[in-house]
């Protein structure tokens, strides 16, 4: 069946970083873009980056750009999300998913599968 688990996530302190990793499997996972969404408390879930089947085109949250860093490892089916400079803001619980072409990017009702979530907290 079709599985997406997020790791990497915890508790740090503004400034520092984190890299959350999803690890996927049972289906094929180079014929989907894929992408980290999050959700804070009493917020919507939104889209923070994405990035093509082959990994060439990448778009951020306007929030994110340039301190997070998505990327993708087709040979072991698995998404990273490099995150740096982290900001309270940013605690939520991140999820990465899989959108199936054409690719929406960012958009969570476009996405076919989801995992879990990790959770990030990022105190002042």
């Known amino acids: 069946q079709v599985q997406l688990v997020e790791s990497g996530g915890g508790s740090v302190q503004a400034g520092e970083s984190l890299r959350l990793t999803c690890k996927t499997s049972g289906y094929t996972y180079t014929r989907y873009c894929m992408g980290w969404f999050r959700q804070g408390p009493g917020k919507e879930r939104e889209g923070v980056a994405g990035?093509?089947?082959?990994?060439?085109?990448?778009v951020y949250a306007d929030s994110v750009k340039g301190r997070f860093t998505i990327s993708r490892d087709n040979t072991k089916d698995t998404l990273y999300l490099q995150m740096n400079s982290l900001k309270p803001e940013d605690t939520a619980m991140y999820y990465c998913a899989a959108d199936s072409v054409p690719c929406s990017y960012l958009r969570a009702d476009a996405s076919d599968y989801w995992g879990q979530g990790t959770q990030v907290t990022v105190s002042s």
């Open positions: 990035i093509s089947t082959g990994g060439t085109y990448t």
